[in-house]
């Protein structure tokens, strides 16, 4: 079977990796330059979209913010998994927010904002402090503000007003309530065409200038545990999904409010590929063919950490039991994700020693935080 | 890095598929079509032999009857690892007697044979009954021969004569003591550029005629462990051997005498896809780009069932925990090496309820003689 992914990166790239074995074929279509390439190698398969897509079983993607006229052309071939509403649902942060809502899922309280009048009607309706944030994706790193009083507004709204002029049409602003949460943690899940789910362990994330930098699957949050499945089953089955699906919370005193959800595998779920028995990348696989999903329980106490602008990664780690390095060969530069380091452990003791030991290795510049976040998450 | 693997086959889709997340590029030279390939996707890359080695970082091969004059130059590359004389004695019955003799290695008392008089001299030598075998591959399957009585000698010669006719010019026949095994066991270990070596467990095989069928890692196997590891030590030592290497045994009452080597990863331990945390095939990356070795412990109870001439695998076998397909993509051919399931479980009681539910799916035509020798092996 051949499976055609929507991107050529990292995630396309492990996807093939994952599916080979199983004789799933994974191409990739490249929504830059618009060329069907393998994703391990790069080779271009002078192939349209058209084409890729007649050649290919399934489609589906690696990432949510895909051009409109690609989700329709997708969605028109009858082969698009998890499809364009869920996709298109990932993107938009109204959408999204919808979802949450109708699907009874706590999530933080919000209000769309295209006006000034709209700001001050969320502030009503929210109370301060709030966060901004554009409802489609944001360029050059902008599209995110902090509201802390009234007297910022002003100035706030100044930026929101000359960022939304510079942006697409249907750009808009959602005002959320600011959560004062303990942690961030995460949980993937897949959904079969059957219908079947199995979710893996919550994980719990620390980021680094908004880039995730260090994941631990946790071990002992049955409590966590049973809500983040509860919202996984009401989110995947209200969309009918097909697919791997990543929630992402903030756990309040032990409440998950969901923060946003990604139809699709993700970083967070990088762990999955030495701590479970079957990966998220071929669990997407599996669910998107209509091969049974597979084991998502975890094997061994696990950590990832990401790489993030280097290559500098010493073949000294190698050396640590349990340690895998993913590599992506991807051009050095600045904030790119470059790969990740996965650790595994028969317990969360020995990651500790064994995480311990990776960072005693690696340039404390090169990951700026990890150590303290390592410290404090295992 | 980039590693040019001597041969296209499955051995070497695999080592591509373990070398891609440690950033390692596997290419092929297909000593048939003299082409350089991409192993995964077949993708020809328009080199020869001698722009294939300036390209890459280091050349190894996944199976040892390569053309002479290709072991020369890729020798003559100052990049071959294992390099040429360990290939050349994994392939040359003669030469991989005489290692097994000079390393002190306990194997089959043998006598060469070229002529009559040298068979009769085996007899004297050796006694009956005889394995003969020829010391360079057979041609068609053809190749050996049972020696029981006095009386089939003049029969067993003239076949010989006729075999030696129709050889190479340095063909030979390696006359060699029968011996009366209990049952036959492999080991597959990976030394270092350092020296370092590390060893899997001790794998029990069944073949059914004469291929493969069935592989389960030891796991009580301490006596027997500890002669394998000495085999692996005296026979990689001597060689100053760099890469992965198995050693196949025959358990004579508990003592383990050498049958023969390969210089290169084997099927026999494809169960460390599963079993161990990092599998033969990454180790035999690891040792040949002078990475340091990596765990070679078992992680599980792990067993391997080799997919032979036929496709017809049902899709439900991916829903038996522990269950892992490792399809090779290759045109249905009688007798072929097509795939192979890996299935693991947390201890061998686990492990043999797994595999006899994988056995229930499986067609009996398809799997001859597996039921049996999984009975008896689990």
Chains 1, 2 share one sequence.
């Not at 990932?90 to 109708?102: M, Y």
């Not at 980021?207 to 499945?229: C, P």
């Amino acid at each position: 079977m051949q499976v055609l992914v929507l991107g050529a990166g990292q995630l396309a790239r492990m996807m093939s990796l994952a599916g080979a074995p199983l004789g799933l074929t994974v191409r990739a279509y490249d929504v830059r330059t618009h060329t069907v390439v393998h994703p391990l190698t790069l080779e271009n398969y002078q192939q349209d979209l058209a084409t890729g897509l007649n050649s290919c079983d399934v489609v589906t993607a690696e990432f949510e913010h895909i051009p409109q006229d690609i989700l329709e052309v997708c969605q028109a071939s009858g082969k698009f998994l998890p499809g364009a509403e869920a996709i298109r649902i990932g993107g938009d942060r109204r959408l999204e927010k919808q979802l949450l809502d109708n699907a009874g899922v706590p999530n933080a309280t919000y209000h769309v904002v295209n006006t000034e009048t709209d700001l001050e009607d969320a502030i009503d309706k929210i109370g301060l402090p709030l966060v901004l944030k554009s409802a489609l994706e944001g360029y050059d790193g902008k599209g995110q503000w902090r509201l802390k009083t009234a007297q910022e507004m002003p100035q706030v709204w100044q930026e929101i007003e000359a960022f939304l002029a510079e942006s697409r049409d249907e750009q808009s602003i959602v005002a959320e309530a600011w959560i004062p949460f303990d942690r961030e943690v995460s949980v993937i899940g897949a959904r079969g065409k059957d219908g079947a789910i199995k979710v893996y362990p919550l994980t719990q994330n620390h980021h680094e200038s908004g880039i995730l930098s260090l994941s631990v699957a946790l071990t002992d949050a049955e409590a966590l545990q049973k809500q983040a499945v509860e919202a996984f089953e009401k989110l995947s089955n209200k969309l009918n999904y097909v697919g791997v699906l990543a929630i992402e919370f903030f756990d309040v005193k032990g409440k998950l409010l969901v923060n946003e959800i990604a139809p699709r595998v993700h970083n967070s779920g990088h762990w999955t590929q030495q701590g479970a028995d079957v990966c998220q990348f071929e669990n997407h696989l599996r669910a998107v063919t209509g091969l049974p999903i597979g084991d998502t329980s975890l094997v061994e106490a696990t950590a990832m950490v990401n790489v993030i602008g280097t290559d500098n990664i010493p073949v000294q780690i190698h050396a640590i039991e349990g340690v895998h390095l993913h590599w992506y060969e991807k051009e050095k530069r600045s904030g790119r994700k470059m790969g990740h380091i996965n650790v595994a452990g028969k317990d969360k003791q020995q990651l500790k020693q064994r995480v311990d030991t990776l960072l005693k290795l690696l340039a404390k510049e090169d990951f700026p935080g990890l150590h303290q976040a390592s410290a404090e998450m295992l």
